[in-house]
């Protein structure tokens, strides 16, 4: 299972799949990725959050995001600056704090800051990468691939609770080869409710299957047409 995405910020997450109700912990590693390959499968949004470390800089994420393409919340990066995030009907907003464009502004920032102020800046021309964070078949690639979860199980390891729901715990390798811990409901759907990873980092995601309807900010400004 992949999660994938937040454009070139965050690392490919590999991982394995866990359970059922609490005695699955004995069922086998391929049962139990089938099931959370079906119920992975039938998820239309979610909400994800936590702190992802990328070659020594971590990154704040707190994002809900549909697989209608409409997305909003928040992202930081460790000594660049955060940004507010809103995509609707296709088209993507961005609201970047001062310290964001004075280390993504160059020679401009001070003139970006001062031009933008409290607006939000429409995502087009070469502001376009920042939307693909929200890119729901890049994130969900593998997430439901039950071949995939298999090729990276080592070993389901028992239950823990999240968020006051009953878990089943699996142990895993990423890509990179780093150790792994992730969370899934004991109770159908399975989904994955949080996963770990050595040196990579922690998710957590919840919010499964409820409407992501954010409504497009009204005082925008477009950089591109600025610059034409």
């Known amino acids: 299972m992949r999660i994938a995405g937040i454009a070139t910020l965050i690392s490919v997450f590999a991982f394995a799949a866990c359970g059922s109700d609490s005695s699955y912990e004995e069922t086998s590693p391929e049962d139990v990725s089938k099931d959370v390959a079906d119920a992975m499968g039938d998820v239309t949004s979610l909400r994800m959050a936590g702190t992802i470390s990328q070659e020594g800089q971590s990154i704040d994420v707190d994002l809900t995001m549909a697989e209608s393409g409409n997305c909003e919340g928040t992202m930081s990066v460790e000594g660049q600056g955060s940004f507010e995030l809103i995509v609707t009907d ?17 020679p401009q920032a001070e003139t970006l800051i001062q031009m933008v102020g409290d607006k939000w800046v429409a995502v087009t021309g070469d502001m376009a990468q920042a939307a693909a964070v929200c890119d729901w078949n890049e994130f969900t690639g593998d997430f439901d691939d039950e071949q995939e979860n298999n090729n990276d199980i080592t070993e389901v390891t028992g239950t823990d609770e999240i968020n006051g729901e009953e878990t089943v715990t699996v142990s895993f390798k990423s890509d990179e080869g780093n150790s792994g811990v992730a969370n899934v409901l004991a109770d159908d759907p399975h989904y994955v409710v949080r996963m770990e990873v050595d040196e990579q980092g922690d998710l957590t995601f ?14 925008t400004i477009d950089l591109a047409e600025l610059q034409q």
Do not use: C, L
């Open 90 to 106: 296709g088209d993507g907003f961005i609201k970047p704090d001062e310290e964001f464009w004075r280390t993504q502004g160059g």
């Open 206 to 219: 919840s919010e499964f299957d409820e409407p992501v309807e954010p409504e497009a900010p009204t005082d």
